[in-house]
């Protein structure tokens, strides 16, 4: 026992010293996080306002507004109460004689030579912009060119020097959670930061090409066009909108993201005008059942609906196409496939990867410019793979079918070319009225197939049922509108 008892107290300082440096290890790593809290959230921010301050800028906005030249439209003329409105149309000087009307917003300057980023809507009609600088001075701007798809505006003012600026940072590299500071002019009360954090990534308010980053920084009437600053100084976002139920602040803040916005500053930079790339097809967003229709895995990618003349059908693309790859970026969806497309250079040549009849197939495209075929009207291929026969009908998944006829070509307004089979009743409780058909519709294609009569469509059904697939996908048309939907084929 003795022998054990000396044992024990020779082996006391080891374990003292190592409970000594397990508790000094222990205060090392909270004195390094208590660091790193400390860095991700700073004591002030005023450091970081005092050096992005002097690049925000006031923007106030003139506009002539024609005024009424009497009380027509307002009193009859010979009416008791005409004298009554001429007078209070003189009293509030609607007397005919034209009046200025102002509006606020905000920017920012991203070059020493005096190029401004704003809102398109906050100088949008305007016939005078005025630039208010963070020293008071006060200069007027020119518009270099807009963009009403993102909303961004490029403004240019000439300084007799170099004017302090701001640079762009990259958005894509924003994480929900990091800190964000907005500045701007709200409500017109002058230079102004509000704080707050990024609450969430890639929004998509109304616009074909939207990536909105979303945050709580306070953001109101009048810091439109401001920047959205990391805590490093640069530019990650234009502060473009709210939503609020009152027209205030409640938290929810949009700002149109640097990486979207810098495109279109070079190209207004360059131009004058934005040129965004066009591929020249209609599309839809591949969902589990279409996926499984024509036996595409992963489910991703952008569904051709129609091709009309342009790039992708003169480098062969087709109707029921997947577009799984762009210029060798995986295509998620068509929202991401439309900004893609549009940020790419007119006239690159890009190599396009689709999905067709199961296999992938790789096309060279060489990009149009989408802005000269904004008006450009689909074109529908028409193949006769079979001859006419007589109106004939058929009942199938909650579809009433019938072959086209002259007559009701006429009636639906379709062309005289065109073939396939017209629906003219729908089982309101099948699937089929679930996902949006209606009678009128026109069915072109079953199984990624031509369908120019019933015995075509019955043939195409036969032939998906045996292949083992569970959906039938038919290419239905409303109008001049195409969309692809998955019908199930399970009872």
């Known amino acids: 026992m003795q022998r054990q008892a000396i044992a024990i107290s020779k082996q006391l300082p080891n374990l003292n010293a190592m409970r000594a440096l397990w508790l000094g290890a222990l205060a090392l790593a909270f004195v390094v996080v208590q660091a790193v809290m400390a860095q991700a959230r700073p ?111 490029l403004l240019k003012v000439d300084a007799d020097g170099p004017l302090p600026f701001v640079p762009f940072g990259d958005s894509d590299v924003a994480r929900v959670g990091d800190w964000v500071v907005a500045m701007g002019n709200p409500l017109g009360q002058g230079f102004s930061v509000s704080a707050g954090i990024v609450s969430a990534r890639n929004r998509a308010l109304s616009g074909t090409y939207d990536d909105y980053i ?8 009048g810091n ?103 210029a060798g970026v995986d295509v998620q969806d068509t929202r991401g496939l439309v900004r893609q497309v549009g940020n790419s250079p007119v006239g690159e040549t890009v190599r396009v990867v689709v999905f067709r009849d199961g296999e992938t197939v790789t096309l060279r495209v060489t990009l149009g410019r989408r802005e000269e075929a904004e008006g450009a009207v689909p074109a529908v291929a028409v193949e006769e793979d079979e001859a006419p026969e007589t109106p004939a009908t058929k009942e199938v998944l909650g579809l009433t079918l019938s072959t086209l006829t002259d007559e009701m070509r006429t009636e639906l307004g379709v062309s005289e070319d065109q073939e396939g089979l017209v629906v003219t009743d729908v089982v309101e409780t099948s699937e089929a009225y679930e996902k949006g058909l209606r009678a009128g519709d026109v069915i072109t294609e079953a199984g990624q197939q031509k369908v120019t009569s019933i015995a075509s469509f019955e043939t195409r059904l036969a032939e998906v049922e045996e292949a083992g697939r569970k959906s039938l996908l038919l290419l239905v048309r409303r109008g001049s509108d195409p969309r692809f939907v998955a019908l199930s084929l399970e009872k």
Do not use: C, Y
């Open 43 to 153: 004591d002030s921010l005023a450091p970081l306002a005092e050096q992005i301050s002097p690049s925000v800028v006031n923007i106030t906005t003139s506009t002539v507004i024609e005024g009424r030249t009497g009380p027509e439209g307002v009193a009859p003329e010979g009416s008791p109460f005409e004298d009554f409105f001429r007078e209070f149309q003189d009293r509030d000087g609607q007397d005919g004689r034209p009046r200025r009307s102002s509006a606020l917003g905000s920017g920012f300057v991203i070059s020493e030579d005096g190029f401004i980023v704003t809102n398109n809507h906050v100088i949008d009609g305007a016939d005078e912009i005025l630039i208010e600088f963070f020293n008071g001075d006060e200069l007027e701007a020119t518009l270099i060119g807009t963009d009403p798809n993102t909303d961004i505006a």
């Open 214 to 221: 979303q945050t709580d920084a306070a953001i109101n009437r």
């Open 224 to 326: 439109s066009g401001g920047p959205l600053f990391n805590m490093d100084g640069q530019v990650i976002g234009v502060n473009t909108a709210i939503l609020s139920p009152n027209g205030g602040s409640i938290g929810i803040g949009f700002s149109m993201a640097s990486n979207v916005v810098t495109n279109v500053v070079d190209q207004l930079q360059e131009f004058g005008e934005t040129r965004r790339g066009w591929l020249g097809v209609r599309i839809q967003d591949v969902t589990e059942d279409i996926a499984e229709a024509i036996g595409l895995d992963p489910v991703a990618g952008a569904l051709v609906t129609s091709v009309p003349d342009g790039p992708a059908l003169d480098a062969g693309m087709k109707d029921g196409d997947v577009i799984t790859s762009f």
